[in-house]
């Protein structure tokens, strides 16, 4: 079918817009979709940011995935098999709490910017 495609591991790429620490890969791409890997190593933290246009969801395939919200570690937590949604413009963190590398895989639908770095948590200025 035209138009159909596949990527393997070995085929897929890291982001333009990307935070410190998270070890992301981008599978497919478009105005209005991204879809990609991440993998975080034990006691590993994103930087703070926010996805303005895109509503993300996450899905874990190995380990622990944690978001926090604000400087006081609110979050949500997720194992494998569990998803994870963060609404669009949440600012957040993203980590992994445990002694083992978490992986999951990840989807953004929305439109305008992907990424916006944040110079930390809410309400830290």
């Known amino acids: 079918m035209e138009g159909l495609q596949s990527r393997a591991p070995e085929e897929l790429t890291v982001p333009a817009l990307s935070t410190p620490g998270i070890d992301r890969r981008e599978a497919f791409v478009d105005e209005h979709v991204w879809v990609g890997t991440i993998r975080t190593e034990p006691h590993t933290w994103s930087d703070w940011h ?5 509503d993300t969801y996450g899905y ?3 380990g622990i ?6 400087a006081d570690g609110n979050g949500v937590e997720a194992g494998p098999g569990g998803f994870v949604l963060i609404p669009a413009g949440i600012p957040h963190r993203e980590g992994n ?3 083992v590398a978490n992986a999951g895989a990840i989807f953004r639908v929305g439109e305008g910017p992907i990424l916006e770095p944040l ?3 809410p309400g830290s200025s």
């Not at 926010?50 to 895109?54: E, K, V």
Request: negative net charge; charged residues 25%; aromatic residues 4%.
């Open 119 to 121: 110079d930390g948590p």
């Open 60 to 62: 874990v395939t190995a």
């Open 97 to 99: 709490p445990s002694d």
């Open 65 to 70: 995935v944690r978001v926090e919200f604000d």
């Open 50 to 54: 926010l996805h303005p246009g895109h």
